[in-house]
């Protein structure tokens, strides 16, 4: 007799669990093992992207076979382990009452990034507005935060203080002088 299976295990890296692949057009958690006959084709499907836990995401890298995101796989004649790859994204929240903000969104895991105002003081309702620094994730006075280093989700906080207010005097009928502070 000759043995013509043989087992192939379909996992995902670096992380594992479900949602990460497809096997002849059905989701498997990973690992996940087929005992398959040798010379067979199966199609192996990588999902991107996969949401996690909140604030990160996996994105498919490549194959551990090189083969596509989605691609047919011959059997081969010895047990084999193929990995769908993939890298970990975190987001970046900047978060600001006033002004305009920028360096939000997705980054790769070990990356920096920034939080970024557009200017530093704005007028709303008669007050100004002025930026005093960064908090939560963030540090740093500048309109460009420090660097930060997505090694998970982050929020990064604007905060400002009430400056300078505009106040604008009137009387009625408009005749005459207003006098302030004597």
């Known amino acids: 007799f000759v043995v013509n299976t043989v087992s192939i295990t379909v996992t995902s890296s670096p992380v594992t669990g479900g949602g990460f692949i497809k096997v002849d057009g059905v989701s498997y958690a990973t690992p996940v093992t087929f005992t398959w006959v040798i010379g067979s084709t199966h199609v192996l499907e990588a999902v991107s992207t996969v949401s996690g836990p909140a604030g990160t995401r996996y994105v498919w890298t490549g194959w551990s076979d090189g083969g596509d995101q989605i691609h047919v796989y011959t059997v081969p004649s010895t047990p084999e382990n193929v990995t769908a790859y993939f890298t970990t994204k975190y987001y970046l929240n900047v978060v600001s009452p006033y002004g305009t903000i920028g360096?939000?969104?997705?980054?790769?895991?070990?990356?920096?990034?920034?939080?970024?105002?557009?200017?530093?003081?704005?007028?709303?309702?008669?007050?100004?507005?002025?930026?005093?620094?960064?908090?939560?994730?963030?540090?740093?006075?500048?309109?460009?935060?420090?660097?930060?280093?997505?090694?998970?989700?982050?929020?990064?906080?604007?905060?400002?203080?009430?400056?300078?207010?505009?106040?604008?005097?009137?009387?009625?009928?408009?005749?005459?002088?207003?006098?302030?502070?004597?």
């Open 103 to 182: 360096g939000e969104g997705w980054y790769d895991e070990g990356s920096t990034a920034y939080a970024t105002l557009e200017a530093g003081s704005v007028v709303e309702n008669g007050v100004q507005y002025m930026f005093t620094g960064w908090s939560g994730d963030a540090s740093g006075t500048g309109l460009v935060s420090n660097p930060i280093i997505m090694n998970g989700p982050k929020t990064a906080i604007a905060n400002w203080m009430a400056g300078v207010y505009t106040v604008t005097f009137d009387k009625s009928p408009r005749q005459g002088v207003i006098t302030i502070d004597g």
